[in-house]
T-cell receptor, first 115, second 113 residues
Framework: EAEVAQSPRYKITEKSQAVAFWCDPISGHATLYWYRQILGQGPELLVQFQDESVVDDSQLPKDRFSAERLKGVDSTLKIQPAELGDSAMYLC?????????????FGPGTRLTVL | DQQVKQNSPSLSVQEGRISILNCDYTNSMFDYFLWYKKYPAEGPTFLISISSIKDKNEDGRFTVFLNKSAKHLSLHIVPSQPGDSAVYFCAARVNFGNEKLTFGTGTRLTIIP
C-alpha cells in the first residue's frame, strides 16, 4: 500500500541551529500539506502546496520557517534558527488533488526536540 | 480561538461496549467533518467522514452523527475492541477553496479488556 514517507523520524537539535525535514508524498498526489502538532493539541496546517505552488502558508512563521516543493513531488520544510517552542511533531500529508471530499493521507511524522 | 473542540481528553470503555466520542465546532462555514485515528509514533489515519447534508454515516462498527443546529458531532464505535485504543481527532473543513483541515485537540480512547 502506498504511503507518505518522512525523514528523519526523530530530530534533536539545539536552539539557534537549522533543521530540515523531508517528505515524499504518495505517487501521483498533487497536493501536499505540512502540519505541526504540539503535544496535547491537534495538528495545525503550516503550508499547503498544489504541485509546486504554495496554496496556503498563512500559518507559517515566515521569519524562520521555509518550505519548498521544487518539482512538485517531494518537499522540504526548514527551520532556521530553531527555538524551544518549535518542539513538536511535524506531519506531512498528501491528497490526490484539491477538490470536494478529497482524503488526506498522513506520514508518520518527524518528532523535533529543541534543547 | 479553538474552532473545533473535543472536551474530553480521555475516555475508558469496556471491551464490547459502545464508545462515544464527542466534538463541537463553532465555525458555521464548516460543511465537511472527518474523524482520524492516531496510534503512537504513527501519523493520523482517516476513519470516517460526513458531509453537512447528512446527519449520519455508517461504516462497519463506526458511525458518525452530525447535529448541525447544535454544531455537534459524535463518533460511535460498537462494539469496542482493544485495537480501537488510540487518540481520535475530529477535523472539519470548508468544502471549497483549499480544503484546510481544522483539528480538535483529540480524545485518548482506552478499551479495557
Amino acid at each position: 500500500e502506498a504511503e507518505v514517507a518522512q525523514s528523519p523520524r526523530y530530530k534533536i537539535t539545539e536552539k539557534s541551529q537549522a533543521v530540515a525535514f523531508w517528505c515524499d508524498p504518495i505517487s501521483g498526489h498533487a497536493t501536499l500539506y505540512w502540519y505541526r502538532q504540539i503535544l496535547g493539541q491537534g495538528p495545525e496546517l503550516l503550508v499547503q502546496f498544489q504541485d509546486e505552488s504554495v496554496v496556503d502558508d498563512s500559518q507559517l512563521p515566515k521569519d524562520r520557517f521555509s518550505a519548498e516543493r521544487l518539482k512538485g513531488v517531494d518537499s522540504t520544510l526548514k527551520i532556521q534558527p530553531a527555538e524551544l517552542g518549535d518542539s513538536a511533531m511535524y506531519l506531512c500529508a498528501s491528497s490526490l488533488r484539491m477538490g470536494k471530499d478529497n482524503e488526506q493521507f498522513f506520514g508518520p511524522g518527524t518528532r523535533l526536540t529543541v534543547l | 480561538d479553538q474552532q473545533v473542540k473535543q472536551n474530553s481528553p480521555s475516555l475508558s470503555v469496556q471491551e464490547g461496549r459502545i464508545s462515544i466520542l464527542n466534538c463541537d465546532y463553532t465555525n458555521s462555514m464548516f460543511d465537511y467533518f472527518l474523524w482520524y485515528k492516531k496510534y503512537p509514533a504513527e501519523g493520523p489515519t482517516f476513519l470516517i467522514s460526513i458531509s453537512s447534508i447528512k446527519d449520519k454515516n455508517e461504516d462497519g462498527r463506526f458511525t458518525v452523527f452530525l447535529n448541525k443546529s447544535a454544531k455537534h458531532l459524535s463518533l460511535h464505535i460498537v462494539p469496542s475492541q482493544p485495537g480501537d485504543s488510540a487518540v481520535y481527532f475530529c477535523a472539519a473543513r470548508v468544502n471549497f477553496g483549499n480544503e484546510k483541515l481544522t483539528f480538535g485537540t483529540g480524545t485518548r480512547l482506552t478499551i479495557i479488556p
